[in-house]
């Protein structure tokens, strides 16, 4: 049996999912920045989320989401990045969410 946090989630569906704040006027994070998240990667150290292949569908897991916000905190706190701050209320918010993923 899956656990939840281990169940495979569609890139294309993570924007829907309101994990990922975006800037106030533009709304939630583009489907395309996930994929270039995943790809590229963000700052200087090319921090990437991880993937899994499931068919013919690239998708994330709760667990890998969870692992690629916290290297980007970490890279923000040793200087070493330049992952733009989460507001208190929305890095609250989703930790929340998070934690009740139990990851």
Known sequence: MIRRKDKPIP???IPRLGLTPGRAECGTVHTSTIYRWTSVGLGPQKIRLGTIQCGNTKCTTLRLLRKFFRQLAA???NGRGYAAPLRNHLRRRLEAELDRERL
């Open 11 to 13: 890139l294309a569906t």
């Open 75 to 77: 890279a923000k706190a």
